[in-house]
Structures are given as structure tokens and as C-alpha cells.
């Protein structure tokens, strides 16, 4: 989802005395959050679109704490959908509201909050003038760093508008930060603990009272901004903190988690990556399980976590490597096992790994995704009967493959096995078509029998003998 969408018409009122006369009713932003989350649920249309196995754990707590009203922070290590989550919720905003014309803060027409507002509000009654806002600028989403400072959050005196002669207590001096300007909408901040203490200790007075304090007087701003945060667990210890005050002003706190089923991992490698050439379901199939052994593995720091941008990533080598080799094989483009190792090589650096495990960085990498390639083939492959193959090898055949082996040369060269239909019975079960995927779906096969120990291998650079 963008946050932009693909927006209707704006309403046409142009003025107060219109937009009275259209029928339109005010509402806070926790209100309309609220209704149109229930007209969703009640319509069973789905809030969350492309948010994959959060369905019963985490998206049940997030729709309680929007209907309660609270700010919201989630806890989770990178790569869990933390900021996606918090983006999906500008779908939730109407997709159009009125703002008083020039209005910094996006100010309602009824309830105008800034002297400058209230000025024009007075004088020009029903003639003031209104432009409507779209729901995708009422999103603002700041990523918080260690030099963030009170000004980009809350702001600041403006020094411009002091040297133009008003007064240093004069409201109209203030520039407004980020939070002030989400009036009427969300903000969202991105590794809260990164915020220095003293940054989050002035957001306190914004998450309770709804005010703002800017150097030393209180510019009283009946605020009305929905507060949302994403934060590293571990951001606790190792970067920074939550500040307790802070962190008790958030009304829902909320635990994030990596896809528990293997079908809602295949589904965000899909959803999420941008594939060059076609990849075929087993090779995404694994690596998603090598993704998923890679988090269970003791081996890996699950303090830092394996992001769903490993997996994303490894799609995308993976039909990168497919482009290239069918490039210089002038053959279409579809990725094989032999393209499914160069996501390893690069994608290394990706992973922290414990303590006490350098120099087997690639050791680790590789047993996990030979895991990874045996159940997916004991899963896919079960039940057929590779006695005629694994005979025709042991009788002296050989299956060469690699990098430089071209789909319909590795295909000629398979060992003729009479009436069998075993090469067609792999095929159907992969739902492979074409040369490039045949090829694809024996190569795997052919790797499955090694990995049984059925079979030997041997390889030689970039050639890969199976015999």
C-alpha cells in the first residue's frame, strides 16, 4: 500500500459557510480512526493489506488499541513489518478533511487552535476560506536519530520573525516541529530509544497534556495527533531507552514477530520483491525455510534478528544471477539451483553472527541452506520412486551441471531411463513447463538425492558433476 493511494475528488466546498451547509460533522482524529476501523471489520474487508502472519497475534492488539483511543508503540527486532504496520494506518483516515486555507497546522474550520487562525476565523465568519486535505498528508513519519533535536519535533523560536519586530513571547514567532504540524493527523517515529533522553523528555507534556513548551512559555495547543513508535527491543540496552515517562504514556505496547507460518513467509518474499526473471515457487520456497533455520539457529544473534529483508534480497540475487546467466547463454531467464548459492555469497553480511563463530560464517551459511533444499525437496518430491535414476547413476551415468551449463544441455544430458516417466513426474509435481524449469526441477531432485546420500557429487568451480 502507498500512502499516496489513488485519490477521488476533493469535496467542493470552498468556504466555512459551505461546509456547514454541506452537512459536515467534525470529528476527532481517534474518532474517525475508530468508526472506520469498525465499518471495516464490519464489512470484513481487510485493514491491514499485505501484512502476512500477524493476522491472530498482532493485528487483534493493534485494532483494540486504535478503537481504546491510544498511542501505540511496537516493539520488534528489524525486518517484522514495524513501519509497514504503522503506514497502513493512513488507510484508516478519511480520504478527504477540511483545513482553514494556509492553515501551518491543518486546523479544522470549526475549531481553528492558533492566534492566527482565531484572528481570521473572527473576522471573515462564514467567508473563511478552506482547502481539503488529503489522508496521505496527514501521515508524517520521522526516522529518530541521537542528533534529532527538540526543534525538528516540537520547535522553536524563529529568529526571522522576531527581527521582524514582534516579540519574543509573541506565539506568531514559533516555528512548529513535526508533532505540532501532525495536528489532526499520525506521527510516527521510527527507533524511538535512538531520541537522546532530553528529546523525549519534551514530547511528555505532547503525549499527556496536548500542549507544547517551547523556550521556557507555554503555548497552550489543544493538539489532537495520534502518537506511534517503532523500537528495537534490545535498542534498550545496547543504543538507548524508552524513558520510563514516556514509555507510560504510550497506552498500547505492543510485540511484533517474524511470519510462524512458512506460507506467510512465501508470501512477503512475493509480495515485497522485485524479480528481473522468473523464480520459480520451490526456489523462494527455499529460502524462505533457510531464512526461517537461520532464525532458529544458535549459531546467530536473534538479539539483532534475521530481517524479512534477507529473504526479499535473496529473491532478488536470485533472479539477478538467472538475467545474467541467461544473458550470456542467449536462453530465457529462469532462475535454477545453480543461481540459488550466489544469494549466499552476497547476502552474508546480512546475518550477525554470535560470538565465537568467526571464521564459519560460511560453513553456517551453507549446512543451513542444504537444510533448507532437503525439506523442500522431502516435501515436494515425497512419494516418488527414484530407484531408476539413482540405478542409471550408480551404473556409471553422469548429470553435469553449473553456471555455464545452458537449461537445454543439462536436459540432453540426462541418463535415458527406457519407459520411465520419472523426469515428467518431477516436472508435474514443480509445476515446471518450459526447458528453463525442467531443467530447474531436476537439477533439485538431482541435489535431493545428494543430499540422501543416494547419490555422489563432485564439484569443480563452477561445474557441478553429479555421479
Known amino acids: 500500500m502507498t500512502l499516496s493511494g489513488s485519490a477521488s475528488p476533493a469535496p467542493s466546498a470552498a468556504t466555512v459557510g459551505e461546509l456547514r451547509a454541506s452537512g459536515h460533522v467534525q470529528r476527532t482524529l481517534r474518532e474517525e480512526l475508530r468508526s472506520n476501523l469498525l465499518q471495516r471489520l464490519a464489512a470484513g474487508e481487510d485493514p491491514w493489506p499485505g501484512l502476512h502472519g500477524l493476522s491472530d497475534t498482532v493485528l487483534p492488539q493493534f485494532e483494540r488499541a486504535i478503537i481504546a483511543g491510544h498511542d501505540i508503540v511496537l516493539l520488534g527486532e528489524r ?8 503506514r497502513t494506518l493512513v488507510g ?3 480520504e478527504w478533511t477540511p483545513v482553514i486555507a494556509g492553515s501551518e497546522l491543518g486546523e479544522h474550520p470549526y475549531e481553528p487552535i492558533t ?4 484572528r481570521r476565523a473572527e473576522s471573515m465568519g462564514d467567508d473563511l476560506p478552506i482547502e481539503w486535505r488529503h489522508r496521505s498528508e496527514r501521515y508524517a513519519e520521522k526516522l529518530a536519530t541521537p542528533d534529532t533535536s527538540v526543534a525538528d519535533l516540537i520547535g522553536d523560536v524563529d529568529p526571522m520573525k522576531v527581527a521582524e519586530g514582534r516579540s519574543l513571547g509573541d506565539p506568531e514567532t514559533i516555528h512548529y516541529g513535526l508533532i505540532p504540524r501532525s495536528h489532526r493527523g499520525i506521527v510516527a517515529i521510527n527507533e524511538l530509544p535512538d531520541l537522546a533522553e ?3 523528555v519534551a514530547m511528555l507534556n505532547v503525549m499527556e497534556e496536548r500542549d507544547i513548551q517551547i523556550r521556557g512559555y507555554i503555548v ?3 493538539l489532537d495527533v495520534l502518537v506511534v513508535a517503532s523500537a528495537n527491543p534490545e535498542d534498550y540496552t545496547n543504543r538507548g531507552r524508552i524513558i520510563t515517562p514516556l514509555k507510560d504514556r504510550f497506552g498500547a505496547e505492543i510485540r511484533t514477530h517474524y511470519p510462524l507460518a512458512l506460507e506467510d ?3 512477503v518474499i512475493r509480495q515485497e520483491a522485485d524479480l528481473v526473471a522468473t523464480v520459480p515457487d520451490v526456489l523462494v520456497e527455499i529460502l524462505a525455510r533457510f531464512t526461517r533455520a537461520l532464525r532458529a539457529s544458535s549459531a546467530v544473534d536473534q538479539r539483532s534478528g534475521v530481517s524479512a529483508r534477507f529473504s526479499i534480497a ?6 539477478a544471477a538467472a538475467l545474467r546467466r541467461g544473458t550470456v547463454h542467449g536462453e530465457p531467464a529462469v532462475a535454477r539451483l545453480v543461481d540459488v548459492q550466489t544469494a549466499v555469497d552476497v547476502l552474508g553480511g546480512k546475518v550477525e553472527f554470535e560470538t565465537g563463530e568467526e571464521g564459519r560464517e560460511a560453513e553456517i551459511l551453507t549446512h543451513l541452506l542444504r537444510t533448507a533444499v532437503a525439506e523442500t525437496v522431502r516435501s ?3 512419494g516418488i520412486d527414484f530407484a531408476l535414476l539413482v540405478d542409471a547413476i550408480e551404473s556409471g551415468a553422469m548429470v553435469t551441471t553449473g553456471d555455464h551449463v545452458t537449461a537445454r544441455e543439462f536436459l540432453e544430458g540426462l541418463p535415458r531411463i527406457g519407459e520411465s516417466a520419472i523426469y515428467d513426474e518431477i516436472c508435474e509435481r514443480l509445476g515446471a513447463t518450459d526447458d528453463g524449469e525442467r531443467a530447474g526441477a531436476i537439477e533439485l531432485a538431482l541435489e535431493g538425492l545428494y543430499l540422501a546420500r543416494k547419490i555422489g557429487k563432485d564439484t569443480d568451480g563452477s561445474e557441478v558433476i553429479y555421479g
Open 380 to 382: 515436494r518430491l515425497r
Open 314 to 319: 535473496g529473491a532478488e540475487t536470485i533472479a
Open 198 to 200: 532530553r528529546i523525549q
Open 220 to 222: 497552550r495547543l489543544p
Open 92 to 94: 484508516l483516515l478519511d
Open 79 to 86: 525486518g517484522q513489518g514495524k513501519t509497514r504496520l504503522l
Open 265 to 267: 513467509e512465501i508470501a
Open 115 to 118: 492566534v492566527t487562525a482565531l
